[in-house]
């Protein structure tokens, strides 16, 4: 069978620069009805959003879907707490390096996988303001190096 492509609908750049991402994983949403024809039209952001495990299952706090402007009574809170859907031995897995290495869970991207939407999740560790600095000067040296590359090529 053939991989469904992803369509994205919101990137969460702000996770990269603040935390070391150390593993990915990918979870369903579960949605209603008009949030999905919201997120179609790309209404969606996860820049405050983080995630909690509670009883054994995964909780996004903080995500905004803004209400679908054709709905009716039927649009739900933009920002509820929406669950995710994992394996319990993912979950498991996710929970334990959460306590033991003081590790925090944050979406990454949100998309659509073929019909379906999926939250692409991060373990992450927090970076220090050196690493930060360190991150963006290299982000400068290389785009230096794209400029005078292109100048030469001229």
Not at 96 to 108: A, D, F, N, R
Not at 118 to 139: F, M, P, Q, W
């Amino acid at each position: 069978m053939a991989k469904a492509e992803k369509k994205l609908i919101a990137n969460n750049k702000k996770a990269y620069h603040d935390y070391f991402i150390l593993e990915k994983y990918e979870a369903g949403i579960v949605l209603h009805g008009t949030e999905v024809k919201s997120l179609r039209m790309g209404k969606c952001s996860i820049k405050e959003a983080f995630i909690r495990v509670e009883d054994g299952e995964m909780y996004i706090y903080g995500m905004h879907i803004a209400p679908y402007e054709k709905g009716n009574i039927f649009n739900k809170d933009p920002l509820r707490v929406r669950k995710l859907l994992l394996h319990k031995n993912e979950i498991l897995k996710i929970f334990g390096k959460m306590k033991e290495q003081g590790i925090t869970v944050v979406p990454l991207q949100v998309y659509f996988s073929g019909s379906l939407v999926k939250v692409e999740i991060g373990l992450a560790k927090g970076k220090k303001l050196y690493d930060k600095r360190a991150d963006i000067a290299k982000k400068d040296q290389k785009r230096e190096a794209q400029r005078d590359f292109k100048v030469r090529n001229l």
